[in-house]
């Protein structure tokens, strides 16, 4: 298997632009996670799925972020407008059963400027 | 209520000696415990698990972690550094329904 892609990989955009970041998760996990990692905050837990349900998006940051999970094959998080104090890199992780081994995407290093 | 404590935020080791990085837990469940590693610029990558079987787990890279439950700790560590060690370290702690909670990281320092 692949492992976890998320894309892109970097994305650079402006104050106030929408942006999707995407996640495909390995093959017959049924969780799906979406951290957001930054020097000032360390790694958070933003949301979580279990079959493509959310269960908890107690993390998201505000209304300008929104997360899908259409199938299990994809998800994306969405954040419109974007701000400056969104820059982060944001990871997706998704696990066989939700307190076993995640498994790590690379990650997207989102600028905004 | 489930907690993490990882007590050192960075550690510096010289190459060659040993690496010891503390992980303390708190859980109203019998947990899994986990340790991450993330290297600049990467994701994390599970570096050991322990699942309630031997309380001495060993990983990849040389690494192994003792669960005390006495202590409630998990503490990390690698008889001898070696540069490529260096990185971030994440404790992890995974309770009743499927809640996983993870430490704020330790930075592993590697001096020649």
């Known amino acids: 298997d692949a492992g976890v892609i998320q894309s892109p990989r970097h994305e650079v955009t402006e104050m106030g632009q929408e942006v999707t970041l995407r996640c495909k998760p390995i093959?017959?996990?049924?969780?799906l996670f979406w951290y957001r990692q930054t020097m000032m905050r360390g790694l958070e837990l933003l949301i979580y799925?279990?079959?493509?349900?959310?269960?908890?998006d107690s993390g998201m940051p505000e209304d300008r972020f929104s997360a899908k999970m259409p199938n299990a094959s994809f998800s994306t998080l969405k954040i419109q407008p974007s701000e400056p104090r969104d820059s982060a890199v944001y990871f997706c992780?998704?696990?066989?059963?939700?307190?076993?081994?995640?498994?790590f995407g690379a990650g997207t290093r989102l600028s905004v400027l | 209520a489930q907690s993490v404590t990882q007590l050192d935020s960075h550690v510096s080791v010289s190459e060659g000696t040993p690496v010891l990085l503390r992980c303390n837990y708190s859980?109203?469940?019998?947990?899994?415990l986990f340790w991450y590693v993330q290297h600049p610029n990467k994701g994390l990558q599970l570096l050991l698990k322990?699942?309630?079987?031997?309380?001495l787990v060993k990983g990849i890279n040389g690494f192994e972690a003792e669960f005390k439950k006495s202590e409630t700790s998990f503490h990390l560590t690698k008889p001898s550094a070696h540069m490529s060690d260096a990185a971030e370290y994440f404790c992890?702690?995974?309770?009743?329904?499927?809640?996983?909670?993870f430490g704020t990281g330790t930075k592993l320092q590697v001096i020649p």
């Open positions: 992780a998704s696990s066989l059963g939700g307190g076993n081994i995640q498994y």
């Open positions: 093959s017959g996990h049924d969780y």
């Open positions: 799925f279990n079959n493509n349900v959310p269960i908890d």
């Open positions: 859980s109203s469940y019998s947990p899994s």
């Open positions: 322990y699942t309630s079987a031997a309380t």
């Open positions: 992890v702690v995974s309770g009743g329904y499927q809640k996983v909670t």
